[in-house]
């Protein structure tokens, strides 16, 4: 089946530093990936989606200067988190669609423990 | 009103029992519905689509009800291993929008 990989799976930064999430669909080409943060206890919350050769669409709320999404290829998109502080500590999920289908396929997850 | 809801639970049954649980959208015009499985601080895994003519695997039954806004999410003879976390999807926006219900815990004890 479809596989999607995301790493690091957990990064512990200080505050001020930047941290850079990647997800790669392995076996297929991604045109359109998901960015997601999941506090403790609550939903996956939708936060741009990656669309490869454009710029990402943000949600509503989430600062794009602070959430650099990079979409370079088919394979690979990335999620910088820029100047982290502890308020963006968090799981954060990446998904992928493959071709024109609903089903998401999820990356690992990666938790951002800012101090 | 929130687009997707569901009872936080959490839900603690029995090994061995039946339990079921609900989810309510408010947007007519969704068009597909999924429940996913989501282990403590580990990706969502697909559990099954939800048609409205109902959808069966195995212990789990997933049903749609789009009269009243809601699927549901049914587990017989329920195991240890069926503790987690169940989240329903909907998608609206021609297939562009999916949105994730909060997700219901499921404790299953001996």
């Known amino acids: 089946g479809a596989v999607v990989s995301q790493h690091p799976s957990w990064v512990i930064c200080k505050s001020g530093t930047s941290v850079k999430i990647e997800c790669r669909s392995l076996?297929?080409?991604?045109?359109?990936m998901f960015w997601y943060r999941q506090f403790p206890k609550q939903s996956l919350m939708l936060m741009a989606t990656?669309?490869?050769?454009?710029?990402?669409?943000?949600e509503q709320g989430v600062e794009k200067d602070k959430f650099l999404i990079n979409h370079a290829s088919l394979t690979l998109s990335t999620l910088t988190v820029t100047s982290a502080h502890p308020e963006d500590s968090s799981f954060y999920i990446c998904?992928?669609?493959?071709?024109?289908?609903?089903?998401?396929?999820f990356g690992s997850g990666t938790q951002l423990s800012v101090l | 009103r929130k687009e997707v809801e569901q009872d936080p639970g959490p839900f603690n049954v029995p090994e061995g029992a039946t339990v079921a649980f609900n989810c309510t959208y408010s947007?007519?015009?969704?068009?597909?519905f999924f429940w996913y499985r989501q282990d403590c601080r580990k990706e969502p895994k697909l559990l099954m689509s939800?048609?409205?003519s109902g959808n069966e695997d195995g212990r789990f039954t997933a049903q749609l009800n789009r009269a009243s806004q809601y699927i549901s999410l049914l587990i017989r003879d329920s195991k240890l291993s069926d503790s987690a976390t169940y989240l329903c999807?909907?998608?609206?926006?021609?297939?562009?929008?999916?949105?994730f219900g909060t997700g219901t815990q499921l404790k299953v004890e001996l």
């Open positions: 998904s992928a669609r493959r071709g024109s289908t609903e089903k998401l396929f």
């Open positions: 076996d297929f080409q991604a045109t359109t």
């Open positions: 990656s669309n490869e050769g454009s710029k990402a669409t943000y």
């Open positions: 947007n007519s015009a969704s068009q597909s």
């Open positions: 939800v048609y409205s």
């Open positions: 999807v909907v998608v609206t926006g021609g297939g562009n929008k999916l949105t």
